[in-house]
């Protein structure tokens, strides 16, 4: 029995998409159990498209860049330069993930392009909460 790519409900037909996979678009075949789920799933492919490269080098170049001045930060300035440093970080890769809430193709076959977009948010939420907490806690 198929399930939905979008919602994982029970399929109700098939269409084939162009989409982009590591820099190669190719023909995938998605599965829907809806009109509506057939274009929530039109317009997440269109997003991945025109989305996914940008995503991975900002991604890249963020938690490089973090990762290189959390340690600076860490052996030459103050705590409270690393903690604004370390906040400011976590809250720039949260709103990365917001904006661009990308799963690897296992995910959104598990979990389905719906449910895997809706866990990724609220992870990115939690990331963002933490880095609040910790510029907060340098004042408490
Ligand atoms: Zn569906």
Not at 106 to 111: A, I, T
Request: hydrophobic share 50%.
């Amino acid at each position: 029995m198929d399930r939905c790519a979008y919602c994982r409900d029970v399929s109700i037909d098939e269409k084939a998409l162009p989409f982009q996979v590591n820099k190669k678009e190719a023909l995938t075949t998605f599965e829907y159990c809806s009109t509506e789920c057939r274009e929530a799933i039109e317009g997440f492919v269109e997003f991945s498209n025109s989305n996914l490269d940008r995503f991975v080098k900002i991604g890249f170049t963020l938690l490089f860049g973090l990762i290189i001045a959390v340690i600076i930060a860490k052996i030459y300035f103050s705590a409270v330069v690393y903690g604004w440093i370390l906040g400011l970080g976590l809250i720039a890769l949260g709103v990365l993930f917001f904006r661009y809430p990308f799963a690897t193709w296992g995910v959104y076959q598990r979990l389905g392009i719906k449910n895997a977009t809706r866990m990724l948010r609220i992870i990115a939420v939690l990331i963002i909460v933490i880095g609040c907490s910790h510029i907060y806690l340098l004042y408490v």
